[in-house]
């Protein structure tokens, strides 16, 4: 069975169970479909707004990729980009510069807060070797709980009802790309950093060496390697990506730091990480394609009577079926 | 007096899910297999037992039904990771995302309204009192089981060195899938506590966290599973101490953060020795 087919496969047998979901919810599965096409391809304004989900999963999934090639599974993109959106609503609130270098200075902020995010558990990795997935998941409440306190306690804004920052300056604000949109400079950001990352991991000693230390860990140390050192960097990095993701959240669509910024784009990140094969430029089409669920799964819940998270359960049922996928790949090898 | 009983009672109530959640995880945990599903087998064993009470107007079929839907769920896991290959991790991941999925749509399509159930026949007090004292036999049971029985060698071996369960002759998978769907029996005990023993219904997120909890309870209490039943009694005082510390200016982030803190501690072993199973969350 080729991966060609086998994608297929997977992709239809994930129609179905959708399709049984519509079934069950009392909608004709054409009408959900339809619905959820509409809502996120059927024009300017739902594409520009599947563009913007596009983004906003494409950092965190570059993220959680990059980690996942060092062989560490980074489960806390979702953290990273709480604390670099934080960190950026932070500078971007109260640091007062024009308006271009005021940008970057959020972008920096929020790409340390995740790189801080992540080399605590990187850290915790290289000096102690304690487990990268508990550290993560840890991190993942950790930086909610401290996003809450701050934003509903000292560093709320005055009169605000939500739990969120004060609104950045309109020049502090990222550029908008189509008229009328949330659409920002954010977009084009993640794809350069898709193509940066992609050449990075393939034409460079770093990068290499990072595959290394994920594909064969007892090989790298014998060629010199420094696993733990890796470890450090490799989350450090993927802390930051996320981290810089949370920052366009801040500057380019809310305005402002919100302590509900993220429906769970790092964990979304994840199946989206694993669709792309991990590797930086396909996982720019499977956030788009995750995008889409994103936008048309609201729209499927508004117009067709689907709940939107039938699309959560689906995604859950592509990462256990892409996990499974090397398996069936191993049996066909071995049936031919 | 009657106050400190009172906190007594609600940091046992905290407590009870806690002690189910992480028993499964050390249970899990020492035959190889590193659960982060808990979190999903609490939630759709507080779901499933919830829809079945409701449906048949018996609070101990929900029951059934909740520690059933917690097991199968696990179940999967266990299956795709001794069987299939699947990494555990991503694996897990995937089940928490269809537990939390599948409920919200299940809340939506079998009650007709998002987000709770309504009030459904419950356990009720003795039956609440039940669980909790179920949960300390449990612990106990488990912790005799593991350190006395030819069962708990296996399992233990399993973690350390399956190659060597394997030449005596005992298929580690199948002991690893057995402790799965076990752990999950119990996770989804911890689920139903929560929807049928301390309320009455279920509502989306009303697990909140409690199966990280139980893993960082797990490493705190050193994959024991007195000590696991230990630093859960631990965490849940906390979180009953939040309610009594509500208006004392204590801010209730850092108190829910304190477990959380406790794990990152505890995985630098700073605060004594913790040695995770060997071969804890290694596929074979």
Redesign the interface.
Do not use: C, H, K, S
């Given at each position: 069975m080729t991966v060609r087919r086998e994608a297929v496969i997977g992709a239809l047998a994930l129609l179905v169970v959708a399709s049984l979901?519509m079934v069950?919810?009392?909608t004709n599965p054409l009408n959900g479909f339809a619905a959820l096409l509409h809502g996120s391809l059927g024009g300017y304004h739902q594409i520009s707004e599947t563009l913007v989900q596009t983004t906003a999963l494409l950092f965190p999934s570059l993220a959680v990729a990059f980690a996942f090639r060092a062989g560490l599974?980074n489960?806390g993109a979702e953290g990273q980009l709480i604390a670099g959106g934080l960190c950026a609503g932070l500078v971007g609130a109260s640091f007062i510069a024009p308006g271009p270098l005021a940008v970057v200075a959020i972008l920096c902020a929020g790409a340390l807060g995740g790189a801080f995010w992540g080399a605590?558990a990187g850290g915790?990795r290289a000096?102690?070797g304690?487990?990268e997935?508990?550290?993560t998941?840890?991190?993942n409440?950790?930086a909610v709980?401290?996003a809450?306190?701050l934003v509903s306690?000292p560093l709320h804004a005055p009169g605000s009802e939500g739990s969120e920052t004060a609104s950045l300056p309109h020049s502090s604000w990222l550029a908008v790309l189509a008229p009328e949109t949330r659409l920002t400079i954010a977009l084009p950001i993640a794809l350069a950093l898709a193509v940066f990352l992609k050449f990075v991991l393939t034409r460079t000693v770093f990068g290499y060496e990072l595959r290394a230390a994920g594909v064969a860990p007892a090989a790298a140390v014998r060629a010199g390697i420094d696993l733990r050192r890796m470890a450090l960097t490799a989350m450090t990095i993927s802390g930051g990506i996320a981290g810089l993701g949370g920052a366009t959240i801040v500057a380019g669509v809310l305005h402002r730091f919100n302590v509900a910024l993220s429906p769970g784009y790092g964990?979304?990140a994840?199946?989206v990480a694993?669709v792309g094969d991990l590797d930086p430029l396909w996982i720019i089409l499977a956030s788009f394609v995750f995008g889409i669920l994103q936008v048309g799964s609201l729209a499927m819940q508004a117009f067709a009577h689907v709940?939107k998270?039938?699309?959560?359960?689906?995604?859950?049922?592509?990462?256990?079926g892409?996990?499974?996928r090397?398996?069936v790949a191993?049996r066909a090898a071995a049936a031919a | 007096m009657a106050a400190f009983v009172a906190f007594a009672g609600l940091a046992l109530v905290k407590s009870t899910p806690l002690i189910f959640a992480a028993l499964a995880g050390v249970m899990c945990e020492r035959s190889g297999i590193l659960n982060i599903a808990l979190e999903g087998a609490l939630t759709v064993g507080a779901f499933a037992a919830v829809c079945v009470a409701f449906a048949t107007g018996s609070p101990l079929l929900g029951l059934a039904a909740g520690v059933l839907a917690g097991a199968l769920l696990c179940g999967v896991l266990g299956v795709a990771a001794t069987r299939f290959g699947v990494d555990q991790i991503v694996a897990g991941t995937g089940l928490n995302l269809m537990a939390a999925g599948g409920t919200a749509f299940g809340i939506a399509v079998v009650f007709g309204v998002p987000g709770a159930s309504p009030e459904v026949p419950a356990l009720g007090a003795r039956g609440e009192i039940a669980l909790i004292v179920l949960a300390f036999a449990c612990a106990l049971g488990f912790q005799f089981a593991l350190d006395r029985t030819p069962w708990g060698l296996r399992l233990r071996a399993c973690g350390e060195n399956p190659r060597a369960v394997a030449s005596a002759g005992v298929d580690p998978r199948r002991v690893r899938l057995i402790a799965t769907i076990l752990g999950g029996a119990l996770a989804g005990l911890g689920g139903v506590y929560l929807s049928l023993g301390e309320l009455d219904l279920y509502s989306d997120g009303m697990t909140a966290g409690r199966g990280f909890i139980a893993l960082a309870a797990v490493i705190f209490g050193r994959w024991t599973p007195l000590g696991a039943t230990g630093a859960a009694l631990a965490f849940g005082a906390l979180s009953a101490l939040q309610f009594i510390l509500q208006r004392s200016g204590v801010p209730s982030e850092l108190m829910q953060a304190l477990p959380y803190l406790a794990a990152l501690a505890a995985l630098t072993g700073i605060v004594g020795r913790a040695r995770a199973p060997k071969a804890d969350g290694v596929s074979l």
């Open positions: 979901a069950w919810a009392g599974f489960i605590i915790l000096r102690y304690g487990n997935v508990i550290a998941l840890m991190l409440i950790l709980l401290l809450n306190y306690g964990f979304i994840i199946a694993l709940p998270d039938t699309v959560t359960f689906v995604e859950g049922l592509a990462i256990l892409l996990a499974a090397r398996f191993a | -």
